[in-house]
């Protein structure tokens, strides 16, 4: 079992729209969880992190935690065409460990 | 530009050849952190350090892998006898865990073994 999983996607949203990334996890006693973007040929950037369970809202961004349940997600409002990436979720056990990635595409 | 600088930023080889890189980590970082990725899956852990001391090394990294960080300031990843299944983005990133856990990355180095 992998220690990050995402959901697989492609997911394609109109724009405007929500968009839901999930992931889970396998250590139970990761404390800190994060969500990078990665746009295509370029490294991967921070645009969230949680610790505690429960929503965090940054900007269009919210990050969902619930550790009982080992799953973390984020959420895009109002997607723009910009948001076009793959978003990586990554939890902190002294390194992070990464998902495999969930590509994301805002259509116009 | 996130301040982690990584040279070169592409590297064409052919197989059996070593190749070098290097990462200028953000200057007050204390850990800095080797990644790799291939085309659809997310960074995978090589290696990390702690100023100049080697913590972890991934039990899938081989032996033709190793990595310094002499004086805790620059690090290097070499590859000795590279296989076409080395090419791969190598990325570094640094952290100062003291006072923020924000991981910066950079750019990488693209890698391509022929």
């Known amino acids: 079992q992998k220690e990050v999983e995402q959901n697989s996607g492609p997911l394609s949203v109109p724009e405007g729209a929500i968009a839901s990334l999930n992931c889970t996890y396998s250590?139970?006693?990761?404390?800190?969880f994060f969500w990078y973007r990665q746009y295509s040929g370029k490294s991967p950037e921070l645009i969230m992190f949680i610790y505690s369970n429960g929503d965090k809202e940054d900007g269009r961004f919210t990050a969902q935690l619930n550790k009982a349940s080992q799953y973390v997600s984020l959420l895009i409002r109002d997607s723009q065409p910009s948001d076009s990436a793959t978003y990586l979720c990554a939890v902190n056990d002294y390194k992070l460990s990464f998902g495999a990635g969930t590509t994301v595409t805002v259509r116009a | 530009d996130t301040g982690v600088s990584q040279n070169p930023r592409h590297k064409i080889t052919k197989r059996g050849q070593n190749v070098t890189f290097r990462c200028d980590p953000i200057s007050e970082h204390n850990r800095l952190y080797w990644y790799r990725q291939t085309l659809g899956q997310g960074p995978e852990f090589l290696t990390y350090?702690?100023?100049?001391?080697?913590?972890?090394k991934s039990r899938l990294l081989s032996d033709r892998f190793s990595a310094e960080r002499p004086k805790g300031s620059f690090s290097t990843l070499e590859i000795q006898r590279t296989e076409q299944g080395d090419s791969a983005m190598y990325l570094c990133a640094s952290i100062q865990t003291a006072t923020n856990e924000k991981l910066f990355f950079g750019s990488g180095t693209q890698l391509s073994v022929l």
């Open positions: 250590d139970r006693g990761s404390q800190s």
């Open positions: 350090f702690q100023n100049e001391a080697q913590l972890e």
